[in-house]
């Protein structure tokens, strides 16, 4: 027999939860097949099969807590006996045209294996049926985007969908009544929540304010952006890789900022790891760009977009949101005018972008229309003075109403 256990968790996660068995007792798996789930506050871990064989016990239930190396159940290795579910192969069923009854008949475990983890996981939060979905990847797969279409199905989102790739039943509702759904909150949802009370707890949290013409930017962008495509293979030219620029430039100059107290000592770090704030399905998850001012920003553009494609899908890896010296808090992407975002501990600074408005401002004695954004860094005045923190923030606005600063380093 051969103990599975979880995976060895970072120093940062210190434990995690069965979020979901993939076999059952006696399930006859290939090598490297998906065992069970295990959420963690950041990420969903898989663990999977040794070898070929079966899974003979299980010693941790789905909503029970487990720590690093726990033993979750027991394996036997062993040959695979042909025609077991671990040889059958769902998806080359899709390629041909099957007949109705079979549709009809094999409809549950065809939807069980032509779905993703992350859309499995989805469902489930959501309390959907995954059978209940009709797959738009290939060969019939249930993307995430199938199963969130789903969601805004059941809330009565307005989403606009192709009607095959959305059939839930919604329950039947009385006139009148007034509806309710409870579900448990996610690892992850509640991490966030502890750790933003936390954050507002121990921090002596403050906010300064300031406003950035982007007229230089957008006219940047607008000059360069088919060169910039052609030239980086398509990787398209953003705000973020400007603001993260100019915070690497602005950290430079005042390394307080980009520093972290631990218990009684400041620990000042000589990089800049810059988080980026990326909603996702499972909730606000903030990966880290790694030796940021080493980066063009093209190399910073790639990896906000892989970041956000891994965070809707769920495959962000530890890792990859371990650390970060300064984070940047993007919500004018959803609209936001004006916020007061909240540190991530333990850093002592995080910049809040919010969207693009066209004012009125008062430009050389003249009154003139400009594509006006509000900053806002919220800091923690522990370490930062007040002065500092407002130096900072408009080192942060020169640099971005002048981008040449940033490349000839004044």
Do not use: C
């Not at 810059?274 to 920003?297: H, K, Q, W």
């Not at 002065?387 to 940033?406: G, N």
């Amino acid at each position: 027999m051969i103990e599975i256990k979880t995976p060895v968790f970072p120093e940062s996660i210190a434990d995690g939860e069965v979020a979901a068995w993939r076999v059952a007792v006696g399930d006859e798996v290939k090598r490297d097949q998906i065992l069970v789930d295990i959420e963690t506050d950041k990420v969903v871990l898989e663990v999977v099969a040794p070898e070929d064989g079966k899974l003979t016990k299980i010693t941790k239930d789905v909503g029970e807590t487990v720590l690093t190396e726990e033993v979750l159940g027991e394996f036997e290795p062993g040959q695979v006996v042909s025609g077991s579910p671990a040889d059958a192969e769902p998806i080359k069923a899709t390629e041909s045209e099957p007949s109705a009854p079979e549709i009809v008949s094999e409809k549950p475990a065809a939807a069980e294996a032509l779905t993703s983890p992350a859309a499995r996981k989805l469902a489930e939060e959501n309390q959907i049926a995954i059978e209940t979905i009709e797959g738009s990847g290939k060969g019939g797969r249930v993307t995430k985007e199938d199963v969130l279409k789903a969601v805004a199905a059941v809330e009565k989102q307005d989403v606009a969908a192709p009607a095959a790739t959305q059939q839930v039943a919604e329950p039947p509702s009385v006139p009148g009544e007034r509806v309710e759904r409870r579900v448990p909150m996610t690892r992850l949802r509640a991490s966030i929540a502890r750790r933003l009370v936390d954050a507002q707890h121990t921090a002596a949290m403050l906010t300064t304010f300031n406003e950035v013409d982007m007229q230089a930017i957008m006219d940047l962008r607008a000059q360069y952006r088919d060169a910039f495509e052609q030239v980086h293979n398509g990787t398209r030219l953003g705000f973020m890789s400007f603001f993260v620029r100019a915070s690497i430039e602005a950290l430079k100059r005042f390394p307080s900022v980009n520093a972290s107290i631990d218990g009684s000592d400041i620990v000042y770090h000589g990089y800049q790891d810059i988080g980026v704030a990326v909603g996702s399905p499972r909730g606000l998850v903030v990966p880290v760009i790694r030796e940021a001012d080493s980066l063009t920003l093209a190399e910073i553009e790639d990896q906000v977009r892989d970041f956000g494609i891994k965070a809707r899908d769920g495959e962000l890896s530890i890792d990859e949101m371990t650390g970060g010296t300064f984070t940047i808090s993007n919500g004018g992407v959803f609209g936001s005018l004006m916020s007061t975002p909240i540190l991530n501990p333990p850093q002592t600074g995080i910049l809040g972008m919010h969207k693009i408005q066209e004012r009125p401002m008062v430009v050389g004695g003249e009154i003139q229309i400009r594509p006006m954004m509000y900053l806002a860094l919220s800091y923690d005045h522990r370490l930062i003075d007040g002065s500092e923190a407002v130096r900072f923030l408009v080192t942060i606005k020169d640099f971005l109403e002048e981008p040449a600063r940033i490349l000839l380093d004044i």
